[in-house]
């Protein structure tokens, strides 16, 4: 049995079975990145709930595994040296994972660079762009009287869009096989919705990617970890 004790995040997020990895998040796009990478890797893992509360991502307990307070954030017991190793930021996460289970990140090393070339085009591009957007028009910023910020994010997510459907225009997925760029940028696109933004994008003339939302959403995997932890 794996010895968790050097962790105080289980201290407050206690493990029911301390040798499988930890995976302590929300469902948000970020969220289920992890969630979704550790069902489609078939990666025994057990879930904590961490809510988005300053109680939680901001406790000393959740400070010690990432100390820049956000989800998710993971505890492999089986590290690659032999010891536990926790982890946070959810690129840096399917990255480990993928290497871990040597799924989902091409199989030569040409595959991998542009798979992680495309996961950083979310990390650096997408999510920041279009979670700005959704601060801008669905949370506070949108009842400010000065527009020039939501329409900087609009504009600039629309350019994405525009990226992705283009690049999207002779393959089902965004470097040919299906991979952890996929699943770090498809929850993004799925946000959309949620802003209440899609028609502020044009998304419906973006025909490739909603086919390609469409896909990725269908996946048993993908299904099964939307709401992996369950939301209160």
């Known amino acids: 049995m794996a010895d968790l004790s050097a962790f ?22 970020n969220g289920v990145k992890a969630s979704i990478a550790l069902e489609e890797m078939e990666i025994p893992y057990e ?12 406790s000393p307990e959740f400070l010690s595994l990432n100390p820049n307070n956000k989800i998710p954030a993971i505890i492999d017991p089986n590290g690659p040296d032999g010891t536990p190793v926790g982890l946070f930021e959810s690129g840096a ?4 994972l993928a290497e871990k289970s040597g799924k989902l990140i091409g199989e030569t090393a040409s595959d991998k660079a542009r798979t992680i070339q495309w996961l950083m085009f979310q990390m650096g591009g997408v999510g920041p762009m279009l979670g700005q957007m959704g601060f801008f028009v669905k ?4 009842e400010w009287e000065d527009k020039r910020p939501q329409e900087r994010y609009v504009n600039e997510s629309k350019r994405l869009l525009s990226v992705l459907d283009k690049e999207l225009g002779d393959k089902d997925w965004v470097t040919g096989q299906y991979s952890i760029a996929d699943i770090a940028i498809a929850p993004w696109l799925n946000a959309l919705n949620f802003y209440g933004a899609r028609e502020m994008v044009g998304w419906d003339d973006h025909k490739n990617l909603v086919a390609y939302l469409d896909r990725f959403m269908a996946r048993p995997a993908v299904d099964k970890a939307k709401n992996i932890p369950p939301r209160p």
């Open 93 to 96: 996460i399917l990255i480990y």
């Open 47 to 58: 879930a904590h709930l961490v809510t988005l509360s300053d109680t939680d991502v901001k």
């Open 139 to 142: 949370f506070a910023g949108s």
């Open 8 to 29: 105080p995040i289980t201290q407050k997020w206690t493990p029911k079975d301390p040798s499988v990895l930890q995976l302590f998040s929300f469902p948000t796009p």
